[in-house]
């Protein structure tokens, strides 16, 4: 695997859907919300993990690009592919099977996550808003969360800060991030650097990260 200073945005968000797919192992149920976490059934080859999406459907698979059917979308309105076994039914079931605690895990992409674990991810202040569809019920609902980010904005900006200062999700902590440099895992209010992705120093993760870790490398 090539390091970070070697790719370009595609791989970055291939490498970081590649080392989520790693989180996920079955029997598992898992909501994937849009952008990053999209790619992450392209690296998943456990089939015991039955992805679940918001607008109604449990057991969700790639789709096939030679045969797409426009009747198979998930919630980001990305293709898909129908895995055997698989069931549909409306969004307030599918909503109420988040709400019931029956989601297993949710890998949602951010855009700014703080110390605590705190995320942003639905509205950038100035710009139009779309809506916080369905993250802030993962987020009090599912019983395991995992972020996937790039670790600084367009403009190199820090996207793990201090204190967000987009819009809050919710309250609730998750508890990994993922970027294309490094692996924080959350606990008590606190976070732990756990794993630095291939090439990168821990000198750069600092230099990349506004907010306050704690270094826990195996």
Request: hydrophobic share 40%; glycine share 10%.
């Amino acid at each position: 695997m090539r390091g970070w200073f070697a790719m370009d945005k595609n791989q970055m968000q291939a490498m970081i859907a590649e080392r989520a797919a790693k989180e996920l192992k079955g029997p598992l149920t898992v909501n994937l919300g849009i952008g990053i976490p999209n790619l992450i059934p392209d690296y998943l080859h456990d089939d015991q993990v039955y992805m679940h999406t918001e607008n109604g459907m449990l057991g969700i698979g790639p789709a096939d690009p030679d045969n797409i059917d426009p009747n198979l979308i998930n919630s980001g309105k990305s293709p898909v592919s129908e895995m055997p076994g698989a069931s549909f039914f409306d969004s307030a079931q599918s909503f109420a099977m988040i709400r019931g605690h029956h989601v297993d895990a949710a890998v949602l992409g951010v855009l700014q996550v703080d110390q605590t674990g705190r995320i942003a991810n639905w509205s950038v202040p100035g710009k139009d808003i779309i809506g916080v569809g369905g993250a802030m019920d993962l987020l009090e609902g599912a019983k395991r969360v995992i972020c996937t980010m790039t670790h600084t904005a367009k403009n190199g900006d820090p996207k793990i800060l201090k204190e967000c200062t987009y819009p809050l999700t919710s309250q609730r902590r998750v508890d990994m991030v993922i970027t294309e440099l490094a692996v924080f895992h959350f606990k008590d209010g606190k976070m732990y650097l756990t794993e630095l992705m291939p090439g990168v120093t821990l000198e750069k993760v600092i230099e990349k990260t506004e907010a306050e870790f704690i270094v826990a490398l195996n």
